[in-house]
């Protein structure tokens, strides 16, 4: 079943933020946001993930609103080796939990 | 270098002949996943293995069979029952089912013909 809800396609220019948004209205307090991208053939790499207060790391920021229906995946220099399709996922943190929907995706392209 | 690993990359079939997808992964991790993707869609769950000499259904196991005698071995098997096997298959692996960051192989993209 999907969970979120994510535009097909994006453009970003080179060198500006990129914000990818998700909605996930029906998310209940032990699911966790991921994020994954997948560059065109290859296997998905794993980005950032989240419960409630904002995260960031090497790769990404990810911001998640206060009620927690919707986030949006900062990618805060976009190069072209960001175009990929992003996926965000929601599950639980919990052992049996193993299933990563991972729906259509955004796909980004980042233009020169 | 630890890794996950995926062979062949391209590997073609007649119809009606089973076909053994390799998966390799030097990480110690406990969990290894089976995924299939077919164009312009997301991945759907073959099967998952938690555990040595032991694995789950996933979503679509109908058609395909898996092993896992090793901690780092888990090859999936293509069999004949399986109506649209060519797609693109992805291996994945993580620490255990309570940690969720999965690492992928390259991916193995079967053809058959």
């Known amino acids: 079943d999907a969970k979120t809800t994510q535009p097909p396609s994006m453009d970003c220019a080179e060198g500006r933020a990129a914000n990818l948004p998700c909605n996930h209205s029906?998310?209940?307090?032990?699911?966790?946001v991921y994020w994954y991208r997948q560059i065109h053939s290859q296997g998905p790499q794993y980005i950032i993930h989240?419960?409630?207060n904002n995260e960031t790391n090497e790769m990404a920021s990810l911001i998640i609103t206060e009620d927690r229906k919707s986030s949006t995946l900062i990618l805060p220099h976009a190069t072209l080796r960001d175009t990929a399709v992003y996926y965000c996922?929601?599950?639980?943190?919990?052992?049996?939990?193993?299933?990563?929907?991972f729906g259509t995706g955004t796909r980004l392209t980042v233009i020169p | 270098d630890g890794g996950i690993t995926q062979s062949p990359k391209y590997l073609f079939r007649k119809e009606g002949q089973n076909v053994t997808l390799s998966c390799e992964q030097n990480?110690?991790?406990?969990?290894m996943y089976w995924y299939r993707q077919d164009p312009g869609q997301g991945l759907r769950l073959i099967y998952y293995?938690?555990?040595?000499?032991?694995?789950q259904k996933g979503d679509i196991a109908e058609g395909y069979s898996v092993s896992r005698e090793k901690k780092e071995s888990f090859p999936l098997t293509v069999t004949s029952a399986q109506k649209n096997p060519t797609a693109f298959y992805l291996c994945?692996?993580?620490?255990?089912?309570?940690?969720?960051?999965?690492?992928f192989g390259p991916g193995t993209r079967l053809t058959v013909l």
């Open positions: 996922i929601v599950r639980p943190d919990q052992t049996g939990a193993n299933n990563l929907f």
């Open positions: 989240g419960l409630k």
């Open positions: 029906t998310i209940s307090g032990n699911e966790y």
């Open positions: 990480l110690n991790h406990d969990a």
């Open positions: 293995s938690q555990i040595v000499n032991d694995f």
């Open positions: 994945a692996s993580s620490l255990g089912d309570a940690y969720n960051e999965q690492f």
